[in-house]
């Protein structure tokens, strides 16, 4: 059996398992332990994050970290790892910070221009942070770096020095 009839065996699967919640749910389970095809990864995440399945984050750690191994030949672009996160969102613990403030920090660049391509995975780490209430100073600091960010927050710092003058001056007087 090639290797796209046996994605689309196990597709066919999982999705007949549908009238069986309980069935599926072990089956996808076992897909994130055992799978690594970008086609059946992607669903079986999918179907993970519409149900946070708690029993399931073992397998979301192991995946992501696959993934992560060689990023650039396993998932170029951070496409899976950020589906990963999103998965992970949910149910995640605090443990999980470091995982999250890593994927805010990478930066990958492909060929054949160099063109940095992880802005998706930054922002799943950055969302994952949110919410375990840890997007403070820490994940500030992750992204001040950033040169799209840092021109964010020039223009913000701007805007809020023009505010500030325009509310305290009127006609050269305080208020």
Known sequence: MDEQTKHQALLHRLLSL????QEQIRYVL????RERGIQVVSIALAYVTSVALPEARPALLRLYD?????????????????????????IAHLTDRSLA????????????????????????????LETKGEILLSAFALVQHDPVVTGLIQQLQQKQRLHTRDRYFVNGCTK
Do not use: I, W
Request: net charge negative; charged share 25%; glycine share 10%.
């Open 30 to 33: 076992e897909l994130l332990e």
């Open 66 to 90: 696959y993934y992560g191994q060689v990023p650039l030949k396993r998932d170029a672009g951070g496409r899976l790892r950020s589906s990963n996160l999103a998965a992970l969102q949910p």
């Open 18 to 21: 549908a009238d069986q919640p």
């Open 101 to 128: 403030e890593h994927a805010a920090m990478t930066y990958e660049f492909l060929p054949p221009k160099k063109e940095e391509c992880a802005g998706g995975l930054r922002v799943a780490g950055l969302s994952l």
